[in-house]
């Protein structure tokens, strides 16, 4: 099956720098992204959509500016949490599609980026 | 607002009981999902299903879809430690494929 790996698995930072997660499709193509955020004991929040080479769409609530998002390439994502404040803690879950046929194409997930901000 | 309601939050049982989780909407979905969540991992796919009244089986485990296509259901039979995890329903909101995800039900087999 496909394959979907986040990089680094768990980060911690002093508040007010800023923290690069990276999500790789590893043996497909993905034309969309998706990043989610999850806090303990709740479930998965899409934070933003991104599709290659364009600007990523942010879901109500999220900070664009905060979390940027860039999707340079068909198998590489990233995510960057700038000046991190302890409130930004969560654990970071990326998503990979491989198709354009939206609800149709399956979602691989990410093992997940534990995100801890001092 | 949370589209998809899970019941219930959490379940206890012991090794060997059955039990069924709950995946509610007052809207039509053209699919479900569940996945299964372990902590400090990201959720694994269990099952998609699309046609309302439609039940798929995964060994001891039984999905089915309404009807309507607004609800569904999870049931573990003869359930195993190894069942323990988090079970979420997801369901596409839009033609995109932009998941929306129940608040998921924690499930925990004690030996």
Not at chain 1, 42 to 51: H, I, P
Not at chain 2, 68 to 91: E, F, M, N, V, W
């Amino acid at each position: 099956g496909a394959v979907v790996s986040q990089h680094p698995s768990r980060v911690i930072c002093k508040s007010g720098t800023s923290v690069k997660i990276e999500c790789r499709s590893l043996d497909f193509q993905a034309t969309t992204m998706f990043w989610y955020r999850q806090f303990p004991k709740q479930s998965l929040m899409l934070m933003a959509t991104s599709n290659e080479g364009s600007k990523a769409t942010y879901e109500q609530g999220v900070e664009k500016d905060k979390f940027l998002i860039n999707h340079a390439s068909l198998t590489l994502s990233t995510l960057t949490v700038t000046s991190a404040h302890p409130e930004d803690s969560s654990f970071y879950i990326c998503s990979a599609r491989a198709g354009p046929r939206g609800f149709q194409e399956t979602q691989y997930f990410g093992p997940g980026t534990r995100l801890l901000v001092l | 607002t949370q589209l998809l309601e899970q019941s219930p939050q959490f379940l206890s049982i012991q090794e060997g009981e059955n039990l069924t989780v709950y995946c509610n909407s007052s809207s039509v979905f053209s699919s479900l999902q569940w996945y299964r969540q372990e902590p400090g991992e990201g959720p694994v796919l269990l099952v998609t299903v699309v046609t309302g009244g439609e039940v798929k089986k995964l060994k001891r485990l039984t999905f089915q879809f309404g009807d309507a296509r607004k609800d569904s259901s999870l049931h573990i039979t003869a359930a195993q430690p190894g069942d323990t995890g988090l079970y979420l329903c997801a369901a596409p909101t839009d033609s995109w494929g932009k998941l929306q995800f129940g608040a998921g039900t924690q499930v925990v087999v004690t030996p």
